[in-house]
């Protein structure tokens, strides 16, 4: 079974940092893209991190950037989100999403559609 | 940014009846977006990508058109089991959007 089970949410005050882990087991985690959305009841779903599958290409939302830090070990199948400087509206229930976007060594193919999600974590700041 | 704007926010509709939510985006993205669906407590669920592409173990009753701004997700016969949210969303380029989401309710 395609699995992702988050855990490292919690009550963190302004200004604190949490991180964020996400274990996934089931595929070939080494290959696929892996993502962190999260979601509140006033914004709906917000996009706010990806990550290459080999972990060398990272991307941000403006929201995040420069207080976030994704980063994958592809040894231990793990995803993780590192949060500094956290502010009030980064209260949110976070999912770690993995994409459809597999790539070898040779090429990459699929797509970017979010095709696995864990169970949500929930932050509150 | 490119901003994905769905219609309608809430739609009341029976079960058999033929329900359309359409996603717009605020410049071309191509074919580059998924739907997904979501149910109350629950992680989205991906139901289509690349605008048309059925997700597998998604059934075919959803169904996904369009391409560059206009896109529209179809449920050709409403399921009780279909009452949920529905979000579109495009990965044309970063940052990633959603749409404000779909709530399917019954009527």
């Known amino acids: 079974e395609v699995l992702l089970l988050g855990s490292g949410g919690g009550l963190v005050q302004p200004g604190g940092s949490l991180r964020l882990s996400c274990a996934a087991s089931?595929?070939?985690?080494?290959?696929?893209?892996m993502t962190w959305v999260r979601q509140t009841p006033g914004k709906g779903l917000e996009w706010v991190s990806t990550?290459?599958?080999?972990?060398?290409?990272?991307w941000y939302a403006d929201s995040v950037k420069g207080r976030f830090t994704i980063s994958r070990d592809n040894s231990n199948n793990t995803l993780s989100l590192q949060m500094n400087s956290l502010r009030a509206d980064d209260t949110a229930l976070y999912y770690c999403?993995?994409?459809?976007?597999?790539?070898?060594?040779?090429?990459?193919?699929?797509?970017?559609?979010?095709?696995?999600w864990g169970q949500g974590i929930t932050v509150t700041v | 940014d490119i901003q994905m704007t769905q219609s309608p926010s809430t739609l009341s509709a029976s079960v058999g009846d033929r329900v359309i939510i359409t996603c717009r985006a605020s410049?071309?993205?191509?074919?580059?977006l998924a739907w997904y669906q979501q149910k109350p407590g629950k992680a989205p669920n991906l139901l289509i990508y690349?605008?048309?592409n059925l997700e597998s173990g998604v059934p075919s009753r959803f169904s996904g058109s369009g391409s560059g701004t206009e896109f529209t997700l179809t449920i050709s016969s409403l399921q009780p089991d279909d009452f949920a949210t529905y979000y579109c969303?495009?990965?044309?380029?970063?940052?990633?959007?959603f749409g404000q989401g779909t709530k399917v309710e019954i009527k």
């Open positions: 999403a993995k994409t459809g976007r597999h790539c070898t060594s040779s090429r990459c193919r699929g797509h970017y559609g979010m095709d696995v």
């Open positions: 089931g595929f070939t985690f080494t290959t696929y893209a």
């Open positions: 990550i290459s599958n080999s972990g060398s290409s990272t």
């Open positions: 410049q071309s993205i191509s074919s580059w």
């Open positions: 690349e605008a048309s």
């Open positions: 969303q495009h990965y044309n380029n970063y940052p990633w959007t």
